[in-house]
């Protein structure tokens, strides 16, 4: 694995929170992406070599609905840039992590490719790895 590509922020209101990481930051969001396979609204700031990721619900089914109904806002995944996502996947699943949905790769926000890990398996912490799409 790389880098950490970017940390995803689980938030209630897009819009305020674009506002309060501005300010954070010191630089305002370089833009706003929705993902519609996951139900999100996602923004992106950069942080020197990494970002962070605000992601917002746009749908009550979508899964951080539901992860912020049970825990609240705040981190919701660490995302690692891969050079080949299907020899990561292979070689974490044969370490005994399982990926959650499907387990296949699919488009996610920032021209990326991603999957995630299921947290039950990454001492509660949900894992994103993501290649660029090129
Ligand atoms: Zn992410």
Redesign the pocket.
């Known amino acids: 694995m790389n880098k950490i590509d970017?940390i995803?922020i689980a938030v209630k209101d897009l819009e305020k929170s674009n506002e309060l990481f501005a300010k954070l930051l010191g630089t305002p969001h370089y833009k706003i992406e929705e993902v519609e396979s996951e139900k999100v609204k996602t923004s992106f700031f950069k942080t020197g070599a990494s970002k962070i990721?605000l992601?917002e619900a746009r749908n009550p089914e979508s899964a951080i609905a539901m992860f912020i109904e049970k825990r609240g806002e705040g981190m919701h995944?660490i995302?690692f840039e891969v050079d080949d996502i299907e020899k990561e996947i292979e070689r974490l699943k044969a370490e005994g992590f399982v990926p959650t949905g499907s387990g296949k790769p699919f488009c996610?926000?920032d021209n990326k490719l991603?999957i995630f890990f299921h947290p039950k398996t990454t001492n509660g912490v949900l894992i994103?790895l993501?290649q660029e799409i090129k």
């Open positions: 970017h995803g990721e992601v995944h995302a996610g926000a991603v994103e993501c």
